[in-house]
């Protein structure tokens, strides 16, 4: 049987066939747009790597995008903790719109496309959410960056602060001694002070200028050598700590530097010393080319002790998390190490410093 | 814990006087221990533990305290304790001299009945005289204490009811009357005006242990 002989059939068929074709064709154009969306989706995300998160960057450069996909005009607001950065729609077309509001912050992102059939809307409403994700996340970001930064800043500020104000009390309380000293035996004593003064001085003024970073001067720093276990008993002595120093060892380095690295590790042993009751020690030994302290101390465990040597970190209460990072940038640039671990009965702090240059004593 | 041996040579009518000087600073510690040294008998502490085990052992007139110690040096904590020590345990005034000057810590520290607050820096004689001050009115105290009145120092909130107040007096009170009389149970209770079985009930409704030949 022939279609002449049946038309009805050759209708059926041809509508069939039609219909196929059509159905073809609108599978291709769909995974086609879904293609370009997809598309401008991932180019969206490369740009935000490439302005480095940067959301400013980032919505300035998203009209050549959006363009791709049709989106005639966008609008956008960002507010947070009193500022507001905001783009207003220029058309009055249909849009569509994504917001959220926590309180503290407040994002909204709208776009007009140029058309919306029913098929396209769903497209253009994963862009947008895709869009509103990247702002998000970028100010949040940022926002969290700048607390960190604020917070750390303030822990240096609150660091320094309290040597700074004790150092202006020292010299307004030593303006007055010397306007009372009244004769030569008061004299002797207020000089016998003054020495017992000296070396707690020089090491906060070191403590200050490393760090503010400040460069004292120009010229190389003083090179000596030092007598490691000189330097730990006078630490100790300052910090009135009960503990052996065993070994001795010199290198030749600069002297603020090596009395800085020790006055943290000291500094440490001293704040766990005041909580708890600890057994302390340290070693020297006199290795090949380096000098390595050990310092082991009783006390608690560390926790996270793979982080207590990150900047700012820190485990204690209103600790700035300043001292053990200072040990640890000065040691790798004397080109030493620095680990603590957790050993059965307490901490150990090693510190390997190398003696290279070191002058005959 | 260093004692200063060396008398002052001025004022020989307040050397009896022993004043504590708290503070981590080294530098600043000798400073402040030179100019006070001139009028009373100075002990130093560097850190809570050395300043409790001096007020456990001497009688202390005037404390002059950091609260920024070691090993919280950024804090105001471990001073703080210090302060609750010294009112709980001691007739010691205490002069605050910090750098730790926020509204908060202030408060904190009135609350708890410091004698005068100080921020650094300050010219020294004013502290020389806050000194001269706190001992004053630690003599008026005392001289009053013989009377048979003690004083007692607590802080209330308004709008709490009078239930909290009337414990933290009574706590208060009877702690200082047991401190100054050794735990001499029959006296302190005889010095309070109640029984015997009365004392024993607040000390055990308020947990103290009974510590003879404490200070």
């Known amino acids: 049987m022939s279609f002449k002989e049946n038309p009805a059939a050759f209708m059926a068929s041809a509508t069939l066939v039609v219909g196929a074709v059509a159905a073809v064709s609108i599978c291709y154009i769909k995974a086609l747009t879904a293609n370009r969306f997809a598309s401008v989706m991932r180019e969206l995300s490369v740009f935000n790597e490439q302005v480095h998160y940067d959301t400013a960057a980032f919505l300035s450069g998203i009209p050549v995008y959006l363009k791709k996909i049709r989106v005639v005009d966008f609008a956008y607001t960002i507010s947070h903790g009193g500022t507001n950065i905001k783009k207003e729609l220029s058309c009055a077309n249909p849009f569509i719109t994504k917001s959220c509001d926590d309180g503290d912050l407040m994002v909204s992102f709208s776009m007009v496309p140029s058309f919306r059939s029913g098929g396209l809307k769903a497209f253009y409403e994963l862009m947008l959410e895709h869009i509103f994700l990247i702002i998000r996340q970028d100010v949040l970001m940022k926002i969290r960056t700048v607390n960190d930064t604020l917070t750390n800043v303030l822990k240096v500020q609150v660091f320094v602060q309290h040597d700074i104000k004790n150092i202006a009390q020292f010299i307004q309380t030593s303006y007055y001694n010397l306007q009372n000293l009244k004769d030569e035996a008061d004299e002797l004593r207020y000089v016998r002070y003054l020495k017992e003064s000296y070396s707690p001085l020089m090491l906060k003024a070191n403590k200050i200028i490393n760090t503010l970073n400040l460069k004292p001067s120009d010229k190389p720093p003083a090179m000596m050598n030092i007598k490691i276990e000189a330097v730990l008993e006078q630490l100790i002595s300052l910090y009135h700590l009960k503990c052996d120093v065993k070994g001795t060892g010199s290198v030749y380095a600069n002297e603020g530097t090596i009395f800085l690295i020790f006055d943290n590790l000291v500094k440490n042993l001293y704040d766990k010393y005041l909580e708890e009751e600890l057994e302390l020690s340290i070693e020297i030994i006199d290795g090949d080319g380096m000098i390595r302290v050990c310092a082991f101390d009783s006390g608690s465990h560390i926790k996270d002790v793979d982080k207590i040597f990150e900047p700012f970190y820190s485990t204690k209460n209103g600790g700035s998390g300043i001292g053990l990072f200072q040990i640890r940038a000065h040691v790798i640039k004397l080109g030493g190490t620095v680990t603590a671990r957790n050993v059965e009965n307490g901490v150990i702090f090693e510190i390997t410093i190398p003696k290279s240059n070191v002058h005959a004593a | ?215």
Request: charged share 30%; aromatic share 8%.
């Open chain 2, 1 to 215: 814990m260093i004692e200063n041996n060396e008398m002052p040579n001025e004022m020989p009518d307040k050397a009896t006087h022993n004043v504590l000087i708290v503070e981590d600073d080294t530098t600043l510690r000798k400073q402040v221990c030179f100019a006070v040294e001139r009028y009373y008998t100075v002990f130093e502490a560097q850190n809570r533990r050395e300043a409790v085990r001096v007020l456990k052992n001497t009688d202390i007139s005037v404390a002059i305290l950091d609260l920024g110690l070691p090993p919280a040096s950024n804090t105001p904590d471990e001073g703080l304790k210090i302060i609750d020590y010294i009112m709980e345990n001691t007739e010691t005034k205490i002069l605050v001299l910090t750098g730790q000057d926020s509204e908060d810590v202030t408060a904190a520290t009135i609350r708890r009945g410091v004698f005068d607050y100080i921020a650094k820096p300050v010219n020294m004689e004013k502290v020389i005289y806050a000194i001269e001050r706190a001992i004053l009115f630690r003599n008026s105290e005392q001289k009053i204490s013989e009377d048979g009145v003690k004083q007692i120092h607590v802080s209330a909130k308004l709008g709490d009811g009078l239930q909290s107040i009337r414990e933290e007096a009574e706590r208060k009170l009877i702690r200082k009357v047991l401190l100054e009389n050794n735990y001499n149970i029959y006296k302190s209770a005889k010095i309070i005006g109640i029984r015997r079985e009365n004392l024993y009930y607040f000390i055990k409704k308020f947990g103290w242990k009974i510590m003879r030949n404490v200070v």
